[in-house]
Each structure stands twice: as structure tokens, then as C-alpha cells.
């Protein structure tokens, strides 16, 4: 039987959103294979995965009922654990980021025993879909746009305001201009009668002065 050399027991995968990303590695029955995904906050991860154990009967990789695996993801930063199920031979798993960061991806089998000889084919399909809707966020941004919208509403009855303010200054101040110009046209005309009793008047005195110089 020909092996492959086995992969790092730590690998690093760069996946973008929406791209699925296939591999297949081998192991031992009582080895862990552990990857890391960096993923952003609220992101679903799909995994598809197959397991065959290599049969010295049939010197090929089949499908064995009795073998299970294990599946555990946790958050490398805060160490808490996010998905840890155990399933068939062959599966699916899936699960939601919380937090942005590095992801621990981790797979082994149900077979325990330090001297089991079984060697293992897993085939593995990860596919990192897109960050599913941020509903608090939209709610926030609704919100803030109805701030938006209530400060501009603010705003324009301040302007309504200044309007009708400047409106009655300007119905004021023709007020105050007729007001003012009435009483200058009545000033005028007092100063007309003014100028035409003392013109009376002076006419009245010079008549009777001369009138006293002649019967003088």
C-alpha cells in the first residue's frame, strides 16, 4: 500500500465568501486534524466531508459503517467552543461565526485505541457562504435615518419659523414706515399752517403799523 506523506497537523486555509474549497488528507484512527478558518463576525460555514478506511481485505479505501466522526470548532482567542457533534462516516456540519477572528476547525475519528492500525481517507468541502443579514444593524441604520429625517423636519420648521419671523419684522416695519410717514406728512402740513399764521399775522401787524403812521 502506497501513503502519502500526512499534511501539517495545523493548516491554514484563505477562503473569500460564496467559494467552496475541496481537500482530502489522511490520518491514523486516534489522530486529530485540526485547520484554521479567519472569518468575519455572522458568517455560516458549510462543511461536507467523507470518510473511508483503508481495508486490507479489499487493499482499498471503503466505506465502514462503524466509523464515526468528530467534529469540533471553536474560537481560537476565547477558546469557546461553537460546534462539537460527532456523525457518520459520511456528513455535513454547519455553523455561524459570533465573533471575527480565527476558527478552529478540528476532525478526528470514534476510533480510541492507541494500537488500532486503521488508516483513514477524509475528504473535506468547506464552503464559507456570505454574512447573513445584520438585522440589528438595519435596524440601527432604519434608526438612524428616521433621526436623519427628524433632525431635517427640525430644521425646516426652524426655517418656517425665522420665515414668519422676518415676515411680521417686515409687516412691522411697513407699519412703522406708514406710521412714520403719516406723521411727517401732518408735520408738514403744521408747519405749513404755522408759516401761514405768522405770515397772516406779520401782514396784520405791518397793515396796522402803517395804518397808525398815516393818522399820525
Known amino acids: 500500500m502506497t501513503r502519502r506523506n500526512p499534511l501539517l497537523a495545523l493548516l491554514t486555509l484563505f477562503v473569500l465568501a460564496s467559494v467552496a474549497n475541496a ?15 479567519e472569518l468575519p463576525t455572522d458568517t455560516v460555514v458549510e462543511g461536507h466531508y467523507k470518510a473511508l478506511e483503508w481495508s486490507e481485505a479489499r487493499q482499498e479505501y471503503v466505506l465502514e459503517p462503524e466509523l464515526g466522526i468528530l467534529v469540533e470548532v471553536e474560537e481560537v482567542e476565547t477558546s469557546h467552543t461553537v460546534v462539537k457533534t460527532k456523525g457518520p462516516s459520511e456528513g455535513r456540519f454547519t455553523f455561524t461565526s459570533h465573533e471575527a ?7 478526528s ?19 464559507v457562504g456570505t454574512t447573513k443579514a445584520d438585522l440589528e444593524h438595519d435596524r440601527g441604520h432604519i434608526s438612524e435615518l428616521s433621526a436623519k429625517i427628524r433632525d431635517l423636519n427640525l430644521k425646516l420648521e426652524d426655517i418656517r419659523r425665522e420665515q414668519q419671523y422676518q415676515r411680521e419684522r417686515e409687516s412691522d416695519f411697513r407699519d412703522m414706515s406708514e406710521t412714520t410717514n403719516s406723521r411727517a406728512v401732518w408735520y408738514s402740513v403744521g408747519q405749513i399752517v404755522v408759516l401761514l ?20
Open 23 to 37: 481537500l482530502h488528507f489522511y490520518l491514523d484512527a486516534n489522530e486529530k486534524r485540526c485547520f484554521i478558518e
Open 109 to 127: 475519528t470514534n476510533y480510541t485505541s492507541w494500537f488500532s492500525n486503521t488508516h483513514i481517507r477524509l475528504y473535506l468541502d468547506i464552503v
Open 101 to 107: 477572528g480565527d476558527h478552529s476547525l478540528c476532525l
Open 197 to 216: 399764521a405768522t405770515c397772516f399775522w406779520q401782514l396784520r401787524h405791518l397793515k396796522n403799523f402803517f395804518q397808525d403812521r398815516k393818522n399820525t
